[in-house]
């Protein structure tokens, strides 16, 4: 209602009691859905990857968001994750444009997290897979000589610790981005080896957000939040974000800003040197095989 008393719309909520647990890691999904306005290229193939590669290395839990009326087969894919408890849903009818929707979902999609989440990705797409910069480097956090397949799960608080840093005091953690030609359609992305002529990474970065300290996030750092905190910047020896992502130009895909491309062997990054089953699991997932 106005302040006159009249009527300005109705909102249905609907909660499952006990659906989210306490988290130390989490992930907002946005632009889960499918038609000729979506943000994605090829979001049938990229989604459940992205998925599975995240739920391996130990994100716990997804926050996910579908506008307008969602195509079946997309409609499948998230309720495997609903069903196993691995991810919300929140579903808006109105479809606002590209700047509005992503700002709005991750204002959303902080507040769910509060009270249940350490450390939320409210940013990072389905086309950007979180990997080790080195992997020797990544596991000396944890004191080990390898590094943990569930490491997005913790590896925030160990960042912290070996920056000799309290929790508390931090509200975010940000790392560089690096982009990557787009794989074949019969390949996982992760096995690109193609990557931007461009020396270093994205000027903008991404990042890990602490629940708890922060009040207001924009895509590439938090807009409020609490004085006396800071955000720390992950080396790319520990750290970084791969891109997969082609351009587009008169219609058709393209190479990272039109240029040609330095081929880079990029190991398959899901169990870190292990068998790369990430393939396999998506199949299980979602019941393939």
Same mark, same amino acid.
């Given at each position: 209602?106005?302040?006159?008393?009249?009527?300005?719309?109705?909102?249905?909520?609907?909660?499952?009691?006990?659906?989210?647990?306490?988290?130390?890691?989490?992930?907002?999904?946005?632009?889960?859905?499918?038609?000729?306005?979506?943000?994605?290229?090829?979001?049938?193939?990229?989604?459940?990857?992205?998925?599975?590669?995240?739920?391996?290395?130990?994100?716990?839990?997804?926050?996910?968001?579908?506008?307008?009326?969602? @195509?079946?087969?997309? =409609?499948?894919?998230?309720?495997?994750? +609903? $069903?196993?408890? *691995?991810? #919300?849903?929140?579903?808006?009818?109105?479809?606002?444009?590209?700047?509005?929707?992503?700002?709005?979902?991750?204002?959303?999609?902080?507040?769910?997290?509060?009270?249940?989440?350490?450390?939320?990705?409210?940013?990072?797409?389905? @086309?950007?897979?979180? =990997?080790?910069?080195?992997?020797?480097? +990544? $596991?000396?956090? *944890?004191? #080990?000589?390898?590094?943990?397949?569930?490491?997005?799960?913790?590896?925030?608080?160990?960042?912290?610790?070996?920056?000799?840093?309290?929790?508390?005091?931090?509200?975010?953690?940000?790392?560089?981005?690096?982009?990557?030609?787009?794989?074949?359609?019969?390949?996982?992305?992760?096995?690109?080896?193609?990557?931007?002529?461009?020396?270093?990474?994205?000027?903008?970065?991404?990042?890990?957000?602490?629940?708890?300290?922060?009040?207001?996030?924009?895509?590439?750092?938090?807009?409020?939040?609490?004085?006396?905190?800071?955000?720390?910047?992950?080396?790319?020896?520990?750290?970084?974000?791969?891109?997969?992502?082609?351009?587009?130009?008169?219609?058709?895909?393209?190479?990272?800003?039109?240029?040609?491309?330095?081929?880079?062997?990029?190991?398959?990054?899901?169990?870190?040197?292990?068998?790369?089953?990430?393939?396999?699991?998506?199949?299980?997932?979602?019941?393939?095989?």
């Amino acid at each position: 209602e106005d302040a006159t008393g009249k009527a300005l719309g109705s909102v249905l909520a609907e909660r499952k009691d006990g659906l989210l647990q306490q988290y130390r890691s989490a992930a907002c999904v946005r632009d889960v859905f499918f038609n000729n306005e979506s943000s994605f290229n090829h979001a049938y193939k990229m989604l459940p990857e992205w998925l599975e590669y995240s739920r391996l290395h130990g994100i716990e839990h997804f926050f996910m968001y579908t506008f307008g009326e969602v @195509d079946p087969t997309m =409609r499948h894919m998230l309720e495997v994750y +609903l $069903a196993k408890g *691995w991810a #919300s849903r929140i579903h808006f009818e109105r479809y606002p444009d590209t700047v509005e929707r992503q700002h709005a979902i991750m204002e959303d999609c902080l507040y769910r997290a509060k009270g249940h989440v350490q450390w939320l990705l409210p940013s990072l797409d389905l @086309d950007e897979f979180l =990997r080790p910069g080195n992997a020797t480097q +990544l $596991a000396q956090l *944890w004191g #080990s000589a390898s590094v943990p397949q569930d490491y997005l799960r913790s590896v925030w608080d160990e960042i912290v610790r070996h920056e000799g840093k309290k929790t508390g005091k931090v509200r975010s953690i940000s790392f560089d981005l690096y982009r990557y030609q787009r794989a074949p359609p019969n390949q996982l992305e992760m096995f690109s080896e193609k990557r931007s002529p461009l020396n270093g990474g994205s000027p903008l970065p991404k990042y890990a957000a602490n629940v708890r300290k922060v009040q207001s996030l924009w895509v590439h750092w938090p807009q409020v939040y609490e004085e006396s905190t800071l955000d720390l910047r992950v080396n790319k020896s520990i750290l970084v974000a791969n891109h997969y992502k082609s351009k587009k130009k008169d219609g058709k895909m393209i190479g990272c800003e039109g240029k040609p491309l330095l081929t880079l062997k990029v190991a398959f990054a899901p169990l870190l040197g292990r068998e790369p089953c990430g393939a396999q699991a998506a199949e299980a997932t979602m019941g393939g095989g």
